[in-house]
Structure formats: C-alpha cells, structure tokens
C-alpha cells in the first residue's frame, strides 16, 4: 500500500478532524467518533491514529492556551493538511467507483 493510502479508523478520524475544526483534539474526536458513528474507541488508538496520519503528512498540530476549565492544561488541536484531503477524496472516490459498478447496491 502507497503512502496516500488511508485505513478506515483513518478516514473516520480525518472527517472528524474536518467537522470539528478547532475543537478536533482527541478526547472531542473519541466522544463524536461514538456519538455518530456508533463506536468506542480507547483513547490510546485515536492517539495512535493521530499520530500516523501525522506522521504520514495528513494531519497537522499545535496546542491551543492553557485553559482554566482544564486546569491550565492546553489541547493538541489537529488541522487537515492537503494531503490529508487528497487522500480523504481518493479514498471516497474509490468506493464511490466500486460502488457504482455493482447495479443492485449503486447510489440512486
């Protein structure tokens, strides 16, 4: 598999990345993760998961201030990179086109 190739805990991430914007840091990406999509993920694999697409280059960080409701704790707050919205599109685009390619289960 190619570097722009993305797994499905992946994909689910980089979309909630792109929906919560900056409120995408991990413990807001594990409670959506569960709250629309329907599953409990540790915190330690969306941290694993973060910390892949980073490396990979489709996701960047940087800390958000010190927060009083945290206890002066800051957030790593994830951003989508280019990259991360090439791969997000071509890995819609290949399930779209196999999708379409099986009459009785194609998009109407």
Do not use: F, I, P, S
């Given at each position: 598999m190619g570097k722009d190739h993305i797994g499905e805990?992946?994909?689910l991430v980089l979309l909630l990345i792109v929906m919560l914007k900056e409120?995408?840091?991990?413990l807001a990406i594990r409670r959506t993760l569960k709250e629309q999509v329907?599953?409990?993920i540790t915190i330690g694999a969306i941290h694993g998961t973060l910390n892949r697409l980073e490396k990979k280059g489709f996701a960047g960080s940087s800390y958000s201030q010190a927060t009083e409701v945290r206890g002066g704790r800051s957030k790593r707050i994830f951003t989508i990179t280019v990259s991360g919205r090439?791969?997000?599109?071509?890995s819609?685009?290949?399930k779209v086109n196999l999708w379409m390619q099986i009459p009785e289960l194609a998009l109407k």
């Open positions: 805990l992946e994909e409120d995408a840091y991990g329907g599953r409990l090439k791969a997000l599109q071509k819609r685009d290949v």
